[in-house]
């Protein structure tokens, strides 16, 4: 089974405040993703990294700031929350080297983010 | 830009079979995954496609079509516990992976 965990697994918190959201894998894994994924809706890809020291934004507009500075862990930040961050977030992992990776990508349980 | 396309809801009933379609449309191709994912949990890998023709693993199937753009998952003996959202996801070309919206399946006594 994979082995990737994200915390909190909730978070409720007002408006303004910065948040770190955290996840780690122990897999050693070189491909680190961060989705975004409202009720009933599609994963939006946010942020994503091919090893350390490297961070890509995605498809999907972000506030939010991503760093690699170790292999297992890819932490996300919002500097300031705002109501329109509310939504719950995945991170996941994949192994692979290549640019795209045909290895599946492992899901952690996600954080569910409520902005007062 | 890209495009997947899934129906919203199936419903079928324990014991059946049910195919669920995917239909794309994207820059390039390098490879679809099916997720299955239970309310309010993290997505589990299910299959993986890159060339044309069908994978079977156990009670799950996947068939991948190249040139129509379009792939299916065939569940067969259904049970309860297959209720979830099924995802369609796609490497376009030389790139991240693209998600569907999910099929959302409920499966019925």
């Known amino acids: 089974e994979a082995d990737i965990y994200q915390t909190p697994r909730y978070l409720v918190i007002g408006t303004g405040k910065k948040i770190t959201l955290e996840c780690s894998q122990t897999?050693?894994?070189?491909?680190m993703y961060w989705y975004q994924q409202d009720p009933g809706m599609e994963l939006h890809l946010i942020h994503y990294?091919?090893?350390?020291?490297?961070?890509e934004k995605g498809d999907l507009s972000s506030e939010s700031t991503v760093s690699r500075i170790r292999t297992e862990h890819f932490p996300l930040t919002l500097e300031s929350a705002r109501p329109s961050h509310t939504s719950q977030y995945l991170c996941?992992?994949?192994?692979?080297?290549?640019?795209?990776?045909?290895?599946?990508?492992?899901f952690g349980d996600g954080t569910r983010l409520s902005i007062l | 830009g890209q495009n997947i396309d899934q129906p919203t809801e199936m419903t079928a009933t324990e014991g059946a079979i049910v195919q669920i379609n995917c239909t794309y449309q994207?820059?390039?191709?390098?490879?679809l995954f099916w997720y299955q994912q239970h309310a309010g949990e993290a997505p589990t890998f299910l299959s993986y496609?890159?060339?044309?023709g069908l994978e079977e693993k156990g009670r799950f199937s996947s068939f991948l079509s190249r040139s129509k753009g379009y792939s299916y998952l065939l569940l067969k003996e259904l049970q309860m516990k297959d209720s979830a959202s099924y995802l369609c996801?796609?490497?376009?070309?030389?790139?991240?992976?693209?998600f569907g919206k999910g099929t959302m399946l409920l499966v019925s006594p």
């Open positions: 996941a992992s994949s192994a692979g080297a290549a640019f795209y990776s045909n290895q599946p990508q492992h």
């Open positions: 897999m050693g894994h070189d491909k």
């Open positions: 990294s091919y090893g350390v020291n490297s961070t």
């Open positions: 994207t820059s390039g191709f390098n490879g």
């Open positions: 496609n890159v060339l044309d």
């Open positions: 996801a796609v490497i376009p070309g030389y790139s991240t992976l693209t």
